[in-house]
């Protein structure tokens, strides 16, 4: 099971992942985005570096909240990030190479 930490940097969430990542932790992060955007429109980094694995579950998490949410996913591990290339997710994910280029990004289209 996944777990998270998150912080504000500027006006961005960052959420940091580890664990195997699965559809266990969509409720929490639906949660946690209802409590801490409150609707406000912020843009949010999911950090996947220190994640263990992702089930197909976990691949339907990211699609659905890559729909719901300004969303880039940072530092995901090369056995992840092929699974998201495989499965044909990839195309529809903001990724980045590491967590420093996403909030970069996001801060600069502020």
């Known amino acids: ?10 006006d961005v969430l960052l959420v940091r992942i580890t664990g195997k990542f699965d559809f266990g932790i969509y409720e929490d992060l639906l949660n946690l985005f209802d409590r801490e955007l409150r609707g406000r429109g912020r843009p ?20 659905k909240l890559s729909m719901e949410q300004d969303l880039k996913v940072a530092a995901p591990p090369r056995e992840v990030r092929d699974l998201l ?5 990839s195309t529809i994910l903001d990724l980045r190479d590491d967590e420093e280029a996403a909030l970069r990004e996001l801060r600069g289209r502020r």
Request: aromatic fraction near 6%.
């Open 1 to 10: 099971m996944a777990e998270f930490t998150h912080e504000f940097i500027d």
């Open 44 to 63: 949010v980094v999911l950090n996947l570096a220190r994640v263990a694995g992702i089930t197909s579950s976990g691949i339907s998490v990211l699609a």
């Open 85 to 89: 290339e495989l499965s044909g997710v």
